[in-house]
């Protein structure tokens, strides 16, 4: 079949095999690229520096997740697994771009005589929490570093059957801010509705930190944390600009929660001397961040700024950096007075911040965007599901369960 890009309301329903594997290919050969030479100064080599070589990614599949694998793999040999819920392909319909990603991934590391293996399953059910733990002791005994990198619309609690669901929503009052789409230039008005009843705490259940501490737990009681090992989950703070829809609204609740979790897991690492994190990344395009209403406008312009500064960064790149800069460097790990772990340091800079305002300001409704990387923006949304890359012919018939 030919595999064309397919969207709806900024929701990708297709994806490319061989976009997808040539998306994981060239984040491989930065990580190499950078491990063992000096090709940055901005970036350290990973030659003399002790990353985790056992590592457990939960929701490895796509974003800051997968990079996570490509960054452990690839700049110091790290041994993985991967949690995620993907949909395989069929002759007519394409897989999630997940899937997709984690065979290429998982090729390439086994050529590269790593251990690389993958429980696609509901990463929130009790189920795959025992077969995650089984495929442990088999690979590695134990696990040195459990990264926790899981968005979802809907969480069931193992425990009670209850299902939450998410929602992305101000508290108190609509807020209305300009917004643009993926499929066009033109700002528009964007207004979301408060959450209302219990949205706001079934949110916290969902992406706040439940899931975390029993994930933690659970690997802690069967004795598969290695003495020292750390878990990170990954957050989002953000301008002030998003405050009212994000950091102020039900997710940013479910930060909190999450936030409020890494101190409660640290000390009850600290019998393996363990320590739990959360660090804050970078805004940037991702399956959910794109259909955020407010974030697409804010990215664009963020994205044009960073570029004309030199100091865009993609998922990679940030792990990358976060790995090396900030958790394994053999130093103290910095972080903010909320104890988190900053790699959005560049994003917001002040004078970065104050630009994107200046530029923000200049936006009008129904007008086309001004000094901004909406292109910029588009390409990574397409790329993340294998479309937009000069290598492949998109022309080409195409079997969606072909793995390349």
Not at 244 to 266: F, H, M, N, Q, S
Not at 362 to 390: M, N, S, T
């Amino acid at each position: 079949m030919i595999i064309t890009k397919k969207v709806l309301r900024n929701v990708s329903l297709t994806a490319h095999p061989q976009g997808c594997a040539q998306y994981v290919q060239d984040q491989i050969d930065w990580v190499q690229a950078h491990a063992h030479a000096s090709l940055d100064s901005r970036y350290q080599k990973c030659d003399d520096l002790k990353l985790p070589r056992r590592i457990l990614v939960l929701g490895g599949s796509t974003g800051y997740g997968l990079s996570s694998r490509i960054v452990g793999a690839f700049g110091s040999g790290s041994d993985t697994i991967n949690v995620s819920f993907e949909r395989e392909p069929s002759q007519t319909k394409t897989a999630t771009p997940g899937w997709y990603n984690t065979m290429a991934f998982e090729k390439r590391a086994k050529e590269a005589g790593l251990k690389a293996e993958s429980i696609f399953g509901d990463a929130f059910s009790d189920e795959t929490k025992q077969k995650t733990g089984a495929l442990i002791k088999s690979l590695f005994g134990q696990v040195d570093l459990v990264i926790y990198s899981l968005a979802s619309p809907l969480r069931t609690d193992p425990k009670t059957g209850t299902t939450y669901r998410s929602v992305l929503k101000p508290l108190g009052k609509p807020f209305s801010a300009l917004s643009v789409d993926m499929d066009c230039d033109v700002v528009k008005m964007a207004t979301i509705e408060p959450a209302e009843g219990t949205q706001a705490e079934e949110t916290v259940h969902v992406m706040g930190g439940e899931d975390w501490a029993l994930w933690i737990e659970y690997l802690m009681q069967e004795n598969l944390l290695a003495e020292g090992a750390m878990t990170v989950s990954y957050s989002y703070i953000g301008p002030k600009i998003t405050y009212p829809v994000y950091r102020e609204g039900t997710i940013g609740k479910a930060k909190e929660d999450l936030e409020k979790t890494a101190a409660e897991l640290t000390k009850k690492l600290q019998q393996i001397q363990g320590k739990a994190y959360v660090s804050v990344n970078k805004a940037l395009v991702t399956r959910a961040s794109a259909v955020i209403p407010v974030v697409p406008l804010y990215m664009a312009i963020l994205y044009q700024v960073m570029k004309e500064r030199d100091l865009h960064e993609h998922c990679t790149e940030q792990i990358y950096r976060l790995f090396t800069e900030k958790l394994f460097s053999g130093k103290q790990i910095p972080t903010d007075d909320e104890g988190r772990v900053r790699v959005d340091d560049w994003e917001m800079q002040d004078d970065i911040q104050a630009e994107v305002e200046r530029r923000w300001a200049l936006q009008k409704e129904g007008e086309p965007l001004k000094d901004a990387d909406i292109e910029g923006v588009r390409k990574e949304y397409d790329q993340i599901h294998g479309f937009g890359f000069d290598s492949i012919d998109y022309e080409k018939d195409v079997d969606p369960r072909d793995i390349y």
